[in-house]
Every structure is written in C-alpha cells, then in structure tokens.
C-alpha cells in the first residue's frame, strides 16, 4: 500500500509529463464569470491608478500650509465634483469645495474635511480642523502605474481581482479552459435522486458530491449515469466516458466478486500506477492513465469517495488550470479529544474545528464509518493522522484540512 504522498506523486508527475504548453488551452471568459478562474494572461494596467490627482473627502481643498494654523477663514473660489474636469488654480488664501472622487485643483495639498468647516457665506468658510501636507487627497499613480503588471499568469481571481480588473478596462479575461470530468456510478443498488429505493436500494449520492466537489476545484462535471455490476453495461458507460480530461468511477474497486471496475479499466487499455492506498478511509483509491486521460477508480462509500477525491483528484485539476497552489492546504489545530490512527494507514477523521484565542481548536465528530454522511456533514474538517502513529491525545497538535 502507497503512502498518500507517495500516491500524490505518482498522480502530479505523470501530470507533469504529460504537461504539454497546448493541452489545456485557454479560454475569453466575461468579467462577470471571471470568479475563481485561473487567469492565463498578465494583466497590465491602463492607466495610473488613480487616473490623476484626486480628492478622497468631502471638504476643501486647500494649499496645507494654509491649513496648519486653525482656525482659519479662507475664500471659497468654487467647486471641483466627481466627473466634471476642474480648470481651478488654488492660491495662498483660497479654497475650493471637493466632493470625494473629484480632480483637485492645481495647487491644492491638502482636504480639510467638510465636517471640520463652517459655512460662513458663499465664498467663504472657516476650518476648525487643520490638515497635514497630503492629507484628504491621491496624488495619480499612488496606487500603481500604467504599464504595471497588476495580474500574473496563473493567480485565481479573488474578489478584489474583479474590481481591479474592471478598473482597468478588462471586460473579458483569459482563463484556463476547465478540466472536463466525467463522473461514472457504479452499482445494482443504485436509484437516481428523484427515484424512490427499494427496501435493498440506496440514491446515488456519489455522482452529486464528486460533481460538486469537481465544480469547486474548478472542473466542469458531465454526470455519466449509474453503471450496473456487470461487464457489459461497466465497459459501455466508462468507454464512452475515455474522451474527457478526467474519467471517475465511483464504487466497484474493493475486493467484492461484483468489484469489477479494476477489470474493465484494464481491458480498456488503461495503465494503471496504483490501486491501493495506506489512508483510511479511502484504502481502495485506483489511478492510471489511458493516453490523455487520467482515469480515478473511487471507492464507493461516500466519506471515502469524497476524501480521495480531495487527497489525489483535486490538486490534479488545479495543476491541469495551471493554479499556483495545487496542493490541499494543510493546517494546525489543538486536540480537543483524542484521536486515534490505524498503525497501517493514516487517518482522515471527520471533525469540527473552530478558531478562538488566536488558534484553530480541533474535536473529532461522532460518526459511524465511512458511508456515513450524516456524521460528515455535521463536522468541518478532517483530522489527518500520520499511520503509526497511535492515539494521539487532546491537548496534542494535529494536522488537519477544512472539508465543507
Ligand atoms: P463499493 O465500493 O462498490 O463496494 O461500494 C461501497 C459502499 O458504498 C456500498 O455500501 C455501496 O452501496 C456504497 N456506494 C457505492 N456507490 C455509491 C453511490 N454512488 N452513492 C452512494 N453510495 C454508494
Ligand atoms: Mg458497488
């Protein structure tokens, strides 16, 4: 059985070979569904930012020197407001009302805010409150520079990306094309969401969680249906699945004598690197390859399907987007309860976590195995817990990821 990381190798260096500059490609996205994509193109500004020397108060601008002594009475010359252009000059003694977004006069240094003012008629006004030399104002270019790269080739678009793309004019953006997925059932106690079971059947779920789970990496699931335990209806729905970026089957690839998934891939030509896992759950976790397309065997039980896509089919897609950062983002929590390893596997246990006082604080959550997704969704992590390692104790550090 492969460690886990060992495991995570085998899937991104076979990635990496076959890495070629034209495989994925990209794609013109609108600004609007530009979220979460990878961009594909350094971004350079426009303009300076801000565009020219702007007020950031409501108030009065002013030379700062004639701020610096208050109170002061200064002559209102006229009024500079977003949008409208100012042609004004400020001279020793004068002012002119700005509204915030508004160019500044010439020869304006500082904002004296408008709630530090009286109104003493209409050409003049007296300021209570002094301001420094810059205060109240941005001068152009104090945020950035035209010609500056403000996005990097391969950066996931945040939130704040947005606004600073539609700040520079990018109303559509080049992003890498999305991974497509098919996602293949597997199993005769299978029934469709909108279906009602038998007292021997279960819905399949597992279609829905690695749909979703595809979606959130940045995939775009094809949902292939529900293959029944036998070889003809196994080889039909996964040999039509091969022409995607990444094929899924769910279920069928433990030992049971209808586990027949391993069978197929093999007699469809698929190069397979590894078929057994030290992780728990998650143990029966299948990769390999058919040309171009990466082929997963999950294990059917929810928890385990949706832990080993996270562990070895996530970072693959965010490496096929071209992201930065592929890799599950690992982090620290104190032990809140004991947690216990298989001295053979390690562990991925459901738990919650919760930050306080300055640090994550860590509980397993009650759960009954592997198919228990009742258990799951009312945790928000998994305790990962190196194999042989024991019990480890509360109060102890352990390593876990956010799983929602
Ligand atoms: P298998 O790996 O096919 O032996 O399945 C292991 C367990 O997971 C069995 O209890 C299955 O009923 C269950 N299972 C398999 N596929 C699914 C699915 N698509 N949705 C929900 N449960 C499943
Ligand atoms: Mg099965």
Not at 162 to 185: D, T
Not at 366 to 378: A, M, N, Q, T
Not at 396 to 403: K, P, R
Request: hydrophobic fraction near 40%; include cysteine.
């Amino acid at each position: 059985m492969l460690p886990i990381e060992r495991g995570l190798e085998i899937v991104m260096s076979l990635a990496k070979s076959k890495d070629r500059p034209d495989r994925m490609s990209f794609e013109p996205v609108r600004l609007t569904d530009a979220l979460r994509r990878i961009v594909r193109e350094d971004v350079i500004a426009d303009a300076d930012s801000p565009p020219f020397d702007k007020a950031i108060r409501d108030g009065f601008a002013a030379r700062f020197e004639d701020l610096a002594q208050v109170p002061v009475v200064l002559t209102v010359i006229g009024e500079s407001r977003a949008g409208a252009g100012t042609d004004l000059t400020i001279q020793r003694g004068q002012c002119c009302e700005v509204m915030t977004g508004a160019p500044l006069p010439a020869g304006a240094s500082a904002v004296a805010m408008v709630e530090d003012t009286e109104r003493l008629s209409p050409n003049s006004v007296r300021v209570l409150k002094g301001a420094r030399e810059n205060q109240g104002l941005l001068r152009r270019g104090a945020e950035g520079r035209r010609g500056e790269i403000i996005l990097r080739s391969g950066r996931q678009v945040g939130l704040a990306d947005i606004g600073l793309l539609a700040g520079v004019g990018k109303a559509k953006i080049n992003v890498s094309r999305k991974p497509r997925v098919a996602v293949v059932a597997t199993g005769d106690e299978l029934v469709e969401v909108d279906e009602n079971p038998n007292t021997d059947q279960i819905r399949n779920s597992n279609t829905y969680t690695i749909c979703a789970q595809v979606t959130g990496a940045g995939g775009e699931p094809i949902a292939r249906g529900i293959a029944r335990d036998n070889l003809d209806d196994l080889r039909a729905k996964i040999g039509r699945a091969f022409d995607h970026d990444i094929v899924i089957v769910s279920g069928g690839v433990s030992m049971g004598k209808y586990d027949l998934v391993e069978q197929v891939f093999a007699e469809f030509g698929v190069e397979i690197l590894f078929d057994k896992i030290a992780m728990k759950p998650g143990k029966p976790t299948v990769f390999g390859h058919r040309g171009e397309t990466y082929v997963f065997g999950l294990p059917g039980n929810p928890i385990s399907t949706m832990v080993a896509f996270h562990m070895f089919v996530r970072p693959l897609i965010l490496f096929l987007l071209k992201a930065e950062d592929t890799s599950p983002k690992v982090l620290v929590a104190k032990l809140e309860s004991p947690a216990k390893c298989d001295p053979e596997r390690a562990a991925l246990v459901p738990a919650l976590v919760r930050f306080d006082a300055g640090q994550y604080w860590i509980k397993t959550a009650p759960w009954k195995g592997s198919s228990d997704l009742i258990g799951l969704s009312r945790a928000n992590a998994l305790i990962m817990i190196p194999r042989q390692s024991g019990i480890l104790e509360q109060g102890e550090s352990a390593q876990f990821i956010f799983m929602e």
